[in-house]
């Protein structure tokens, strides 16, 4: 089992930025490739961001390219989602997803995805 606690989400103004983390515990972190998706209401869950498990290789969703960077810290079992130049559109509970993965690459499937955490809510205001 691996658990995920995501923090760092609440409500900013439209331009402004946040940065969200999320904790792992309970298996070797670096074995897992790891992602940020989000849910606005009345909409299906999607990805944002993922990163492979050496965080070499990247992916973001085309509405976030520029303004949105994902990075981990093996060491402190921890990854980042930096967000800048927030928009209105970008209000919703982000969440972080574990898969377990030798392959160096990221994932942007919800279903490839072994475990979430609860999510946190980012609101931003226009």
């Known amino acids: 089992q691996v658990q995920l606690v995501e923090s760092g989400g609440g409500l900013v103004q439209a331009g402004g930025s946040l940065r969200l983390s999320c904790a792992a515990s309970g298996r070797t972190f670096s074995n897992y490739a790891m992602g940020w998706f989000r849910q606005a209401p009345g909409k299906e869950r999607e990805s944002v961001a993922a990163?492979?498990?050496?965080?070499?290789?990247?992916n973001y969703q085309d509405s976030v390219k520029g303004r949105f960077t994902i990075s981990r810290d093996n060491a402190k079992n921890t990854v980042y989602l930096q967000m800048n130049s927030l928009k209105p559109e970008d209000t919703a509970v982000y969440y972080c997803?574990?898969?377990?993965?030798?392959?160096?690459?990221?994932?942007?499937?919800?279903?490839?995805?072994?475990?979430w955490g609860q999510g946190t809510q980012v609101t931003v205001s226009s």
């Open positions: 997803a574990a898969k377990y993965s030798s392959a160096a690459l990221p994932y942007t499937s919800i279903s490839a995805y072994d475990y």
């Open positions: 990163i492979s498990w050496s965080g070499g290789r990247t």
